[in-house]
């Protein structure tokens, strides 16, 4: 087989299976986008407070 057959066919293998993806609809993918941000938001609070805590504590043992 040469090379230009096996690009051909595997272009011919990659459009079949793009046609099998399924896309997610725009409410669930808002909905999606939305709870990454919320949980982004949440843990660098979290991280925040956390070092805010520990250097409060190292600053007062040193």
Same mark, same amino acid.
């Given at each position: +087989?040469?090379?230009?057959?096996? *690009?051909? #066919? ?6 079949? @299976?793009? #046609?099998?993806?399924? /896309?997610?609809?725009?409410? @669930? ?5 939305? *709870?990454? +941000? $919320? +949980? ?7 991280? /925040? ?6 250097? /409060?504590? $190292?600053?007062? $043992?040193?």
């Amino acid at each position: +087989m040469s090379r230009i057959a096996a *690009v051909q #066919k595997y272009m011919r293998e990659v459009q079949i @299976e793009a #046609k099998k993806v399924v /896309w997610p609809e725009r409410k @669930e993918t808002v909905q999606t986008t939305l *709870v990454v +941000m $919320v +949980m982004v938001i949440f843990v660098a609070l979290f991280l /925040w407070l956390t070092d805010s805590i520990l250097s /409060w504590f $190292v600053q007062k $043992v040193i």
